[in-house]
């Protein structure tokens, strides 16, 4: 059953424990942004059982770059119990409040499910079904049971393989969010399967 009041509402990481005895959490992000966890000021939290988000103060955040989470202190949690009772729950912020993007970036979720395409031949590789951060983002695009390489390996194999691709512009030149398409021009070897 949706749940049309959250339709105005974007998830933007996930409470996963806590941090220390202080009433800090580890949060997970599934935003782009840094500001949403280290900018102080209003946000949501979605605890299970509740219908719609309720306000919270963030107080400080920072970022943890080897495990991919940010620590955060929220007003009114000042212990390891108060912070243990908000374990799972889910940090939102109003759709409206989506930062605006310049040229070239993209929201991560606008990317899944996108047709990728070569842009040379217009075949079709396959699909966008994850984002991998990391110093550049991955697409990780599984391959469509059509395309097949050179050396036809994909073809007696029906399990579809995935890839990942570099999102970087010399590879991944046109991003056509409208017509739901990517397409790439990938340099030689980058799309063969390693069996």
């Known amino acids: 059953m949706t749940n049309d009041k959250l339709d105005n509402w974007l998830e933007i990481g996930k409470i996963v424990a806590p941090q220390g005895l202080s009433g800090e959490l580890r949060v997970y992000p599934v935003s782009d942004f840094p500001e949403r966890f280290e900018v102080p000021g209003k946000r949501w939290l ?30 009114g949690v000042e212990n390891c119990d108060r912070a243990e009772a908000l374990r799972g729950c889910k940090l939102m912020v109003p759709a409206s409040d989506r930062p605006q993007l310049g040229k070239d970036e993209y929201h991560v979720l606008d ?10 031949s217009g075949e079709l590789v396959g699909t966008v079904v994850d984002i991998i951060p990391a110093g ?4 990780e695009v599984k391959l469509h049971p ?29 991003v056509d969010l409208p017509s739901g398409r990517i397409e790439i021009t990938p340099p030689p070897g980058l799309l063969e399967i390693n069996n």
Not at 136 to 139: A, R, S, T, V
């Open 146 to 174: 059509s395309f097949t390489t050179d050396k036809g390996q994909i073809t007696n194999d029906k399990k579809q393989k995935t890839v990942l691709i570099p999102f970087v512009e010399a590879i991944a030149p046109v």
């Open 46 to 75: 979605l605890c299970s059982g509740d219908t719609e988000p309720q306000p919270i103060e963030l107080l400080t955040g920072r970022y943890i770059s080897n495990k991919n989470l940010y620590v955060i202190k929220l007003a």
């Open 111 to 120: 990317l899944i499910g996108l047709e990728v395409f070569m842009q040379a």
């Open 136 to 139: 550049n983002d991955l697409l």
